[in-house]
Nanobody, 127 residues
Framework: QVQLVESGGGSVQAGESLRLSCAAS????????MGWFRQAPGKEREGVAT???????RYADSVNGRFTISRDNAKNTLYLQMNSLKPEDTALYYC?????????????????????RGQGTQVTVSS
């Protein structure tokens, strides 16, 4: 099991940006599908973005073009750059990781089912 610790959440105005970070306790990016998912009060969890072992990225339609997932292998850190934030992006954001048999299975909808996850970081966007 790997420990994942998120940081970087906060309160911003609509249109502003935030960058979330997720520090992993060991080097897992060469074997793990990594992703971010979020959960807003009263709503189901939503997979936001994933990056597979080859570095291919995929996004939910709701964030495509505004969010960018990336990783720094040397720092064992995953990132989520969030631009043009909207009030509907307000949620608790989780970093998650797990093994997938094929990179094609590393998709945003699968982010909520990845085995290892952090405690979450709150993002609040006001209008």
């Amino acid at each position: 099991q790997v420990q994942l610790v998120e940081s970087g959440g906060g309160s911003v105005q609509a249109g502003e940006s935030l960058r979330l970070s997720c520090a992993a306790s060991r080097n897992i990016f060469h074997t793990y599908c990594m992703g971010w998912f979020r959960q807003a009060p009263g709503k189901e969890r939503e997979g936001v973005a994933t990056i597979d072992t080859y570095g291919a990225t995929r996004y939910a339609d709701s964030v495509n073009g505004r969010f960018t997932i990336s990783r720094d292998n040397a720092k064992n850190t995953l990132y989520l750059q969030m631009n043009s934030l909207k009030p509907e992006d307000t949620a608790l954001y989780y970093c998650a990781g797990g093994v997938r048999s094929f990179p094609s299975l590393c998709i945003p909808k699968a982010a909520t089912t990845l085995t290892d996850r952090g405690q979450g970081t709150q993002v609040t966007v006001s209008s």
